[in-house]
C-alpha cells in the first residue's frame, strides 16, 4: 500500500528503468566529473591532442540503416549501362522536366526528390564519392553496420565504436544521439548523451511527477558512483525535455517549420521523422558547446521490392533525407563543421524482378560543410559495364569508408595521422582523395 508520501515499488523500478537510456556508465561519470574539476590549465596540458577551439568544427554522421540505394540517388545519367541495368527503375536523363534527374555534369544527375540539395551542390558546399564504402564485402546489415559503426571492416567482436573513440581524443567534448537507444557508433567509456526518437525527446517521462522525481532521487542521494548516475541522468532528461518544448513552442510560434512538426506528429516512417531529430540534435548541440559530435539515422532503405522511379517509396524517403540535410546545413555551417551521410552497402546495379534492388557493395557517400570541395564528385568511376562491377553485379569499393573519415577527420578536427592510425587500424591514406577538402 502507499502512502501520500511514498510510491509503489513497480512505479519506481519502471521509472528507474525508463532513465536507463540516458545514464551514462560509472567509466563515464568518473571521465566526467574528472573533467568538469579541471582547471582550464590543466585541461590544455591533458589534451596535447585537442586542436586550438577555431580549428575544431562540429561532426554530424547521419546513417541510414538498411543500405539506400546510391544509384538512384546519384544518378549515373552518363553510363547506357545503368538502363540497361534497370529498365523499370531508372531515373531518366535530364530534360528538364519534374520526373527525370537533375543534371550535376555529363556523368550523374540528382534525384528529382532530392531537389532541394541542389543550391547547395551549385554553392559548392555538397560533395560525393561514387564508389566508398566498406573492404570487408559482406552482404549482411548486421556485420557491415557492425564494421562502419567500430570502423574495424571484417571484425564483428565487440568493440567501442569509433565516434566514442574520437570523443575520447577531445576531453572537452562529448557526442550526443538523437533516435536510437544504444547506438554501437557511440558505444565506449567516453561521456555522450541519447535522445529518444521523435517527439518523446520533448517528454521528461515519469521524471516530470514530482513525487516519483522526489522519491528516485531520495533513493540515489548517496555520493557512490552508480547515484551519481541516476542523478545526473535524471537531470539530463528533465533538461532536455525542456530545452526541446521551449524550442518547439518557439518554432511554432514563429510557424517555422510547422508541416515537418504535424507530419512527425502524425506517426510518419523512420526517414520522415529524420527531420524532426535533426532539429533536436541542432538545438541541443547549439546550447551546449561541449556536444561536438552529433549522430542521426533513419530506417527503411532495405528496398528489395517495388522501390519506385521517380516516385515511390524510395522517392519519398529521399526527399525527407534532403529536407534534413538543408535543415542540417542551416544548423552547421560554421567553417569546419561538417555532415556526412553513410549505408553500410550499397544495392545490386541491376533491378530484381520485384522492381527493387538486392544487397550490394560499394555505394555514394555524400559530404556536407563549407570545408568540403563540393559541386563536385570525388575519387574514382569506372562505370556500370559488367567488366568493371564487383563479382559482376555490383559497385566496387574504390575508397575505404575510413580513409574518406580519415580526410574529413584530419581536416575539420585536426587529427593527427597517428591518431588515426589508432582510430583505424589498418586504414591506408587515400591520396586519390586529397582533394575532397579545400586547403
Known amino acids: 500500500m502507499s502512502t501520500p508520501h511514498t510510491l509503489p515499488r513497480r512505479q519506481i523500478l519502471q521509472t528507474l528503468v525508463g532513465l536507463g537510456g540516458w545514464l551514462v556508465s560509472q567509466a563515464q561519470v568518473k571521465d566526467a566529473m574528472q573533467f568538469v574539476a579541471s582547471s582550464p590549465e590543466e585541461t590544455r596540458s591533458r589534451g596535447q591532442n585537442d586542436v586550438k577551439e577555431s580549428t575544431q568544427g562540429r561532426l554530424v554522421v547521419v546513417f541510414l540503416r538498411g543500405a539506400y540505394d546510391g544509384l538512384s540517388a546519384l544518378v549515373p545519367h552518363g553510363d547506357p549501362s545503368y538502363y540497361a541495368l534497370r529498365p523499370n527503375i531508372a531515373i531518366a536523363a535530364p530534360d528538364g522536366s519534374a520526373q527525370t534527374s537533375l543534371q550535376l555534369d555529363d556523368t550523374f544527375g540528382l534525384h528529382p526528390a532530392m531537389a532541394a540539395l541542389l543550391p547547395l551542390w551549385q554553392q559548392g558546399v555538397l560533395g560525393v ?55 554501437l557508433i557511440l558505444a565506449g567509456s567516453a561521456p555522450v548523451q541519447l535522445v529518444p526518437r521523435g517527439q518523446a525527446a520533448t517528454r521528461a517521462g515519469s521524471m516530470g511527477d514530482e513525487r516519483t522525481h522526489d522519491a528516485v532521487l531520495r533513493l540515489y542521494a548517496g555520493q557512490d558512483a552508480l547515484s551519481k548516475a541516476f542523478r545526473a541522468g535524471a537531470d539530463s532528461r528533465l533538461q532536455t525535455s525542456q530545452t526541446l518544448t521551449e524550442a518547439q513552442m518557439s518554432m511554432q510560434t514563429n510557424m517555422v517549420d510547422a508541416r515537418q512538426m504535424a507530419a512527425a506528429d502524425n506517426g510518419a516512417g523512420p526517414a520522415k521523422g529524420l527531420l524532426l531529430d535533426a532539429q533536436h540534435l541542432a538545438t541541443l548541440m547549439r546550447r551546449d558547446p561541449h556536444l561536438r559530435y552529433g549522430f542521426l539515422s533513419a530506417g527503411g532503405w532495405d528496398t528489395h521490392a517495388n522501390q519506385g522511379a521517380a516516385t515511390g517509396a524510395l ?48 555505394n555514394a557517400f555524400w559530404l556536407m560543410g563549407s570545408q568540403v570541395n563540393g559541386g563536385r564528385w570525388h575519387g574514382r568511376w569506372d562505370g556500370l559495364a559488367q ?43 587515400d591520396h586519390a582523395l586529397d582533394g575532397l577538402t579545400r586547403a
Open 129 to 183: 564519392i561514387p564508389c566508398a564504402g566498406s573492404p570487408d564485402a559482406t552482404r549482411s546489415h548486421f556485420d557491415a553496420q557492425h564494421h562502419w559503426e567500430t570502423g574495424l571492416p571484417g571484425k564483428s567482436s565487440a568493440a567501442n565504436g569509433w565516434m566514442n573513440s574520437l570523443v575520447g581524443l577531445r576531453p572537452n567534448s562529448r557526442a550526443l544521439g538523437v533516435g536510437e537507444a544504444n547506438p
Open 315 to 362: 522517392a519519398n524517403n529521399l526527399r525527407a533525407l534532403a529536407d534534413t540535410l538543408v535543415q542540417l546545413r542551416r544548423d552547421f555551417s560554421q567553417a569546419n563543421d561538417m555532415v556526412l551521410v553513410v549505408s553500410e552497402f550499397g544495392r545490386t546495379s541491376a533491378e530484381n524482378g520485384s522492381r527493387g534492388t538486392d544487397h550490394g557493395h560499394g
Open 387 to 429: 567488366g568493371q562491377l564487383h563479382e559482376g553485379r555490383d559497385l566496387p569499393v574504390h575508397h575505404d569508408f575510413r580513409a574518406v573519415l580519415a580526410q574529413v577527420l584530419r581536416r575539420s578536427q585536426g587529427l593527427t595521422l597517428t591518431q588515426l592510425d589508432g582510430l583505424f587500424p589498418g586504414y591506408a591514406w
